[in-house]
């Protein structure tokens, strides 16, 4: 498994889809000390690369898909004002099989980044 967590420093994130970037990095932090491949980028001010957007918008299955794309959240606000939580079943894949922040069918309501790592804690 392979976690990735695009955030930016310098954008706080937006109202709709809050997130405590401090906690969850700390959060890939206590991934990483298990052995899970995971890591947190820091943006800084830059837009985050086509690919990795393009990944997030078309690699999951719809209803596991994040908020980003024609109806959410655009390449601009990915990493920014919406944190981005990728997860790669693989270390080598390409496109990630999960994506978050997302509408979850099964809890009624959004499921964020911050508790989608302790749900990954809690099982690893």
């Known amino acids: 498994m392979k976690v990735e967590?695009?955030?930016?420093s310098t954008v706080p994130p937006g109202s709709a889809f809050p997130c405590d970037n401090a906690k969850v990095v700390a959060l890939i932090g206590q991934l990483a000390a298990k052995g899970v491949n995971a890591k947190a980028v820091d943006l800084k001010g830059q837009q985050v690369g086509f690919m990795t957007y393009?990944?997030?918008?078309?690699g999951p299955k719809a209803q596991v898909r994040a908020v980003f794309g024609a109806k959410g959240a655009l390449q601009e606000d990915f990493g920014k004002n919406v944190p981005a939580l990728l997860l790669f079943?693989?270390?080598?894949?390409r496109y990630p099989n999960e994506a978050f922040p997302r509408?979850?069918?099964e809890l009624?309501?959004?499921l964020g980044c911050e508790e989608a790592l302790q749900n990954l804690l809690a099982k690893a």
């Open 54 to 58: 393009n990944a997030a918008v078309t």
């Open 5 to 8: 967590y695009y955030y930016d």
């Open 103 to 105: 509408s979850d069918k």
């Open 108 to 110: 009624g309501r959004a």
């Open 89 to 93: 079943e693989k270390d080598e894949d």
